[in-house]
């Protein structure tokens, strides 16, 4: 097996953790081959080594995983032995800036592939109904997050009332991306709220808002203080449902829940984001309309939420979810090729 990931990505930012939590799953679970190629190397040179691994499929019997996106001509994509590579999707980069000709364009990416890995099921749903087969479609459920050590400076402290809840919120804090944060007013928060990440314009948070720095995404789950993770995109509330930061959280899987449920807390997350559907199901957090509903939760059942949380951060922590589709799609290829 070779995993391919195009690299693209600065320090401390979040996005590279998921594919490099791939690579390294895979490399231990299936003795996966990394094959990183860095765009700093240049056009010419980054092409020529994704054309070439693509070619050399032909010629192996190993299984290709593209990690995507993967922004190249459809004809060069189309190099690759179909039946031996898998499209692991981390975004759908049209889908969340909501370019319909980026859009276009990566759907006719997919249509070249036969096995592909999404998030949930309304992704999958969303690429049925843009004319990708649904037999081609494999869900991942969840997002890994391989973390190393144990929490530290965290005191378990049981959530009551919202006198105890500690919320935390990982990401990117700046204004055009979390605005919700510099909407918060004193009377909407009658807890201790902690943020990390890069981007806080901290002189304009109310103040039990607190910055915490950043953090590298492998440590950060081990630092969180928080006895509550949010999942949380746009504007406090629902006015910006059909924007793209928000609208895009009702398709994808945001890597935060997986490093909060590495912390091995509960979530709150938007109702109508793809992920509360496995919150509901997993019964391990609470879905809400709008932050003002914070106030308004009924935590009698946190401790049992709490408890549930506990098997899925041994999950997430140990890469469970991906060596679990990757297997589901051996089988089928070796069915099909048989």
Known sequence: MKVITIKSWEAFNAGPKALEDVQEILAKYDQAKPCVIDL??????????????????????????LQY???ERKELLNLANKKRTILFVHDIEGLRSQNEELLKQEIERFQLFQYIVVHNQKMKQFLIEKGIPEEKL???ELFDYLCQGEEKNRQRTPVISKKDIKLCYAGNLRQEKSPFLYQITEEMLGFDFYLYGVGAETEKLTK???YEGKADPAELPNQLKGNLGLVWDGLFDESDEKEKFKGYTKYNNPHKLSCYLAAGIPVVVWEKAAIADFVKKQNIGYTIRNFAEMEQLDFSDYEQKYQNVQELKQRVRNGYYTKRIIEE??????????
């Open 329 to 338: 799609i051996k089988e089928k290829m070796e069915e099909e090729q048989a």
């Open 138 to 140: 494999y869900l991942l």
């Open 40 to 65: 700093k190397t240049g056009k010419i040179r980054s092409k020529g080594k994704l054309a070439w691994n693509l070619l050399l499929s032909h010629f192996s019997k190993e299984i290709l995983v």
């Open 208 to 210: 039990r808002i607190h």
């Open 69 to 71: 996106p993967i922004f």
